[in-house]
């Protein structure tokens, strides 16, 4: 991981020297930020991105990318040292990315992939990050960091197809279908988006719960173009590794007891939002609401914020 500037720094290089379209793009996403106002602070609590990418629109290959990733899990408690049986972990995660996103010999049908390796317990960071972040904003320190698991590889690929079922000149209609692999998470999706205008890079592409194109704000004129956004999407877990930890380290019983007896294996989640873009810059925002992970927990809403920047342009 201490190469990744490095990466990014040549990938940018080169993408230039190219002449292909480039961009730079930033996300934040946080429970805090959510139509409840203050949120929740816990389960999937916050992360955040930094995405370099390049496009080619006369290429098969549309666009590729790089980008480092860090995810903050805690526990519905933060004062709580000894978090409940089959509440989330105090756990993090900290990767590197690679985005690939191709067109399907079908017309319209576009195919995303990505690759992340990286790391999860002490060496992602996510304790000292989380504890500075919530002194600067006056909120409660957490204070069950120290129970965070050793820190253990992260590998992860992820596959996403894309299929229109209605287009015109502003509004899209999609079906979507992802399949998501690793040591960490295996998970099957299946979801419908439809939005007015363009859309962002990715609606927040660190979580799990992104609805990835490969599309960007392209806008030229200094005029203001707005963009809406809403999916709706069905997720089928087979696996959740920080969630089975958590519980397999509390009781040696639960080591024999079916995964399905405590995690929900089928789950909705919806996301709206809305961006704008003037020039080179687009913002986009989004709120998330998804239900129950284990039969414990109870629904988590958060939202996102993600700005980008277009580097350079081709001739």
Request: glycine fraction near 8%.
């Amino acid at each position: 991981m201490r190469n990744v500037f490095f990466l990014f720094l040549l990938y940018g290089t080169i993408s230039v020297w190219a002449q292909v379209k480039t961009f730079l793009a930033t996300d934040i996403e946080n429970d805090f930020i959510n139509f409840r106002g203050k949120g929740t602070d816990c389960y999937y609590t916050g992360g955040h991105r930094l995405i370099f990418w390049e496009e080619n629109s006369k290429k098969k290959c549309r666009s590729f990318g790089i980008s480092i990733t860090q995810q903050t899990y805690t526990p519905s408690d933060l004062q709580e040292i000894n978090p409940a049986i089959l509440d989330y972990p105090y756990a993090g995660l900290l990767f590197c990315s690679l985005h690939m996103l191709v067109l399907a010999p079908e017309k319209g049908v576009r195919v995303y992939n990505k690759f992340s390796i990286g790391t999860s317990g002490p060496r992602s960071g996510v304790a000292t990050w989380q504890r500075t972040i919530h002194r600067i904003i006056g909120d409660e320190i957490p204070q069950g960091w120290f129970l965070l698991n050793s820190s253990n590889d992260f590998i992860q690929f992820e596959t996403q197809l894309v299929y229109p079922v209605f287009t015109s000149n502003s509004w899209h209609i999609e079906l979507l279908q992802k399949w998501e692999g690793g040591n960490y998470f295996n998970r099957l999706n299946s979801g419908i988006r439809t939005y007015w205008g363009e859309l962002p890079q990715s609606n927040s592409m660190f979580s799990d719960y992104a609805n990835r194109t490969g599309n960007n704000f392209k806008t030229k004129s200094s005029k203001i173009a707005v963009s809406f956004v809403f999916a709706a999407e069905y997720t089928q877990v087979l696996r959740n590794r920080i969630l089975e930890e958590s519980a397999f380290r509390e009781t040696i019983a639960l080591r024999s007891m079916p995964s399905s007896d405590f995690i929900n294996r089928f789950y909705l989640q919806l996301s709206g939002g809305f961006g704008f873009s003037i020039g080179k810059t687009g913002i986009y925002f989004m709120q998330h609401w998804q239900d129950r992970e284990t039969f414990k927990m109870n629904p988590h809403s958060f939202g996102s914020v993600q700005v980008s920047y277009q580097l350079s342009s081709s001739n």
